[in-house]
């Protein structure tokens, strides 16, 4: 059974033409369409797996975990190679939804304008310079410094997938405070991290990823796996980013533990899902 820590209110009931066999329809379909764009293996610069297989998968997930809608103004922070976007392709309404991806990567980003937005007009896509030590080292942008290019309560659904597994503590923060800022009211983040509390220190059954064997990084809340450049792969304390949700404005509806810490989940990363409560 997956665990599911915090559960502060039920999840959105599908809308009645996306019930559950509908989903399980639209996900295999998604992972068999050949002529959905995929970029080149070599290209793909960050995730594992099969691009078309994981982005089914969490296409599954927005729809029955986080209450995504055809009609919601989708913002994907991190997009790389449109892992996301392209099986939202098949999902957004062309005329109500809409879709914005941004990341540090121009390649990704040239990727999936010339791939995607070319086939599908409500699907943009921007490179945003920020510095990284791995995917973008010359950016101009300090992540501290992160001002996301959108206006005040823009999106109705905000998508972390892989990347406050990439930050240092600090900026998390700073994304957070921009991901409320641009949040409608009741507008949802979904989010994936690597949770390191005692379990997955102690790791009582083997059963535990074995890349994931993280060590605690100074007195701070960050943990990082030793064979790995820093921000390869970043864990948090249990509680950082529980604390960092709520002190940001945002209200966590679940968190639910993922199977890289060796429990049954259905789901990989550690998972939040927040909501913001802004003025109505």
């Known amino acids: 059974m997956t665990e599911i820590i915090a559960l502060k209110k039920a999840q959105p009931e599908l809308t009645p033409t996306f019930n559950n066999d509908h989903v399980e329809w639209l996900m295999e379909i998604v992972q068999r369409n050949r002529f959905l ?16 297989a994981v982005g089914a998968e969490f296409l599954g997930h927005f729809i029955r975990k986080g209450g995504l809608l055809p009609d919601s103004r989708v913002l994907d922070i991190g997009c790389g190679i449109g892992r996301m976007a392209v099986p939202l392709t098949q999902y957004l309404d062309p005329a109500k939804g809409s879709y914005r991806g941004i990341d540090p990567v121009a390649g990704g ?3 999936c304008q010339q791939m995607i937005s070319s086939a599908y007009s409500n699907f943009e896509f921007r490179h945003l310079d920020i510095a990284h030590s791995l995917y973008n080292p010359k950016g101009e942008i300090n992540g501290l410094e992160l001002v996301l290019p959108f206006d005040d309560r823009q999106f109705d659904f905000i998508i972390m997938t892989s990347v406050v597994t990439h930050l240092p503590d600090e900026e998390v923060s700073a994304y957070l405070r921009e991901v409320e800022r641009v949040l409608a009211p009741g507008g949802r983040l979904f989010m994936t991290s690597f949770v390191v509390d005692q379990s997955a220190q102690e790791n009582p059954f083997n059963k535990r990823d074995a ?5 605690r990084y100074d007195e701070g809340p960050c943990w990082f ?6 921000l390869a792969a970043v ?5 950082f980013l529980d604390n960092a949700l709520t002190h940001a404005g945002l209200s966590i509806t679940t968190k639910s533990f993922g199977h890289w810490r060796g429990v049954p989940a ?13 003025d109505r």
């Open 37 to 52: 764009p995929r970029p080149d293996p070599d290209s793909i610069f960050v995730g594992d797996g099969n691009f078309q």
């Open 109 to 111: 980003i040239n990727w």
């Open 211 to 215: 890349r994931l064997g993280f060590q």
């Open 225 to 230: 796996v030793p064979e790995l450049p820093p």
């Open 235 to 239: 864990g948090f304390d249990d509680g």
């Open 266 to 278: 259905d789901h990989y990363q550690d998972l939040f899902i927040a909501e913001c409560k802004g």
